[in-house]
T-cell receptor, first 115, second 114 residues
């Protein structure tokens, strides 16, 4: 069965430090991959997506993610974290089914940023 | 350009009651998906509507039903509410077409069942 694993439930970093959030997926082929961010009381906002091509993708707010097929991973990175990045981050995979796409989300990683 | 709008934003119900949540998709989008996000969890897919029909369904009981209207807006209905139905219900819209569709989410409707 397809699944998405975000092994880190909580991560705390200092403002200005680098960040890496891990995401591993289980799927027989290369799925479409997404990272979303959710601020408290808000819906999910798309940070970036990977469909094909260059395995390093750039997103909004200075985030980037790298697709590694051999590791079934799609980790999210940011070189320097800002206090406003404190939020919950969700990795998701999309796979084709019955003429459309089904999306599966991980359980999320909650990011805390120390001043 | 209005994004996805959901109503109500918050509501409280008691066990056994019924609830209806509403969603207006992003302008230009024609597909609506509903997700349930329990506290501390990721969104779980409930179902998807396209051309006024349910096209996909996740692992949710028949107490969960929906509808899509000709203007692409959608409703989620939950009957015989259980305590475990307490969650944030997210509506996401997308545009049908080739390739994977990027979901645009609303802010959600937070349902509390007492």
């Amino acid at each position: 069965a397809q699944s998405v694993t975000q092994p880190d439930i909580h991560i705390t970093v200092s403002e200005g430090a680098s960040l890496e959030l891990r995401c591993n997926y289980s799927y027989g082929a290369t799925p479409y991959l997404f990272w979303y961010v959710q601020s408290p009381g808000q819906g999910l906002q798309l940070l970036l997506k990977y469909f094909s091509g260059d395995t390093l993708v750039q997103g909004i707010k200075g985030f980037e993610a790298e697709f590694k097929r051999s590791q079934s991973s799609f980790n999210l990175r940011k070189p320097s974290v800002h206090w406003s990045d404190a939020a919950e981050y969700f990795c998701a995979v999309g796979r084709p089914i019955s003429g459309t796409y089904k999306y599966i989300f991980g359980t999320g990683t909650r990011l805390k940023v120390l001043a | 350009d209005a994004g996805v709008t959901q109503s109500p934003t918050h509501l409280i119900k008691t066990r056994g009651q019924q609830v209806t949540l509403r969603c207006s998709p992003k302008s230009g989008h024609d597909t609506v998906s509903w997700y349930q996000q329990a506290l501390g969890q990721g969104p779980q897919f409930i179902f998807q509507y396209y051309e006024e029909e349910e096209r996909q369904r996740g692992n949710f009981p028949d107490r969960f039903s929906g509808h899509q209207f000709p203007n692409y807006s959608s409703e989620l209905n939950v009957n015989a509410l259980l305590l475990g139905d307490s969650a944030l219900y997210l509506c996401a819209s997308s545009l049908e077409g080739r390739g994977a569709n990027v979901l645009t989410f609303g802010a959600g409707s937070r349902l509390t069942v007492l």
